[in-house]
Antibody, heavy 123, light 107 residues
Framework: QVQLQESGPGLVKPSETLSLTCTVS????????WSWIRQPPGKGLEWIGY???????DYNPSLKSRVTISLDTSKNQFSLILNSVTAADTAVYYC?????????????????WGKGTTVTVSS | EIVLTQSPGTLSLSPGERATLSCRAS???????LVWYQQKPGQAPRLLFY???TRATGIPDRFSGSGSGTDFTLTITRLEPEDFAVYYC????????FGQGTKVEIK
């Protein structure tokens, strides 16, 4: 059974860089899309971006200038970097398995999620 | 960008009642690109439906999903105590976006 676990600092200073890692256990990253999603306190879900196992990426246009998602297949991990953070970036950050391509069909859904990690931006 | 608008924002119902949740897309969307999730406090979202109407593994049949074009619906025929939660729709037609959520609360 595939499980995801987010890790990284829980506190980041304004203007600095948020860096999180998602470790995939019980399965390989190959063949899948992998996404980061966040949820500010008391608010809804916001998709941040994805990386495909091939290395291709797509980002939320509202965050694109500040976001980088990377993949380390040797470690079965993918990572999020968000630059120049402000208090508005305070949120629970989730990683999720986000669809796959098989036999000519792409399956679109986030079926496995990490438990989430809280990141607070504050001095 | 495809914007998803969910209504109502909050649904106040009693156990045993029927819940009907709406998700409207700002432009026509293939049903294969519409997904529903359930989220309970302090938990990650849980996949309910993909392809608008295909139930995910372990989802009870009191839940159903339907719709096409710009209008999609999640229906819970008889609310159980564990169904009180927030429900989100999500689209894959143009990158990915989530609706703002509908909270189903106990009346």
């Amino acid at each position: 059974q595939v499980q995801l676990q987010e890790s990284g600092p829980g506190l980041v200073k304004p203007s600095e860089t948020l860096s999180l890692t998602c470790t995939v256990s019980g399965g390989a990253v190959n063949g899948y899309y992998w996404s980061w999603i966040r949820q500010p306190p008391g608010k809804g879900l916001e998709w941040i971006g994805y990386i495909y196992y091939s290395g291709s990426t797509d980002y939320n246009p509202s965050l694109k200038s500040r976001v980088t998602i990377s993949l380390d297949t040797s470690k079965n991990q993918f990572s999020l970097i968000l630059n120049s953070v402000t208090a508005a970036d305070t949120a629970v950050y989730y990683c999720a398995r986000d669809g796959y391509y098989s036999r000519g069909i792409t399956y679109y859904y986030m079926d496995v999620w990490g438990k989430g990690t809280t990141v607070t931006v504050s001095s | 960008e495809i914007v998803l608008t969910q209504s109502p924002g909050t649904l106040s119902l009693s156990p045993g009642e029927r819940a009907t949740l709406s998700c409207r897309a700002s432009q026509s969307l293939s049903s294969r690109f519409l997904v529903w999730y359930q989220q309970k406090p302090g938990q990650a979202p849980r996949l309910l439906f993909y392809g608008a109407s295909t139930r995910a593994t372990g989802i009870p049949d009191r839940f159903s999903g339907s719709g096409s074009g710009t209008d999609f619906t999640l229906t819970i025929t008889r609310l159980e105590p564990e169904d009180f939660a927030v429900y989100y729709c999500q689209q894959y037609g143009s990158s990915r976006t989530f609706g703002q959520g509908t909270k189903v609360e106990i009346k």
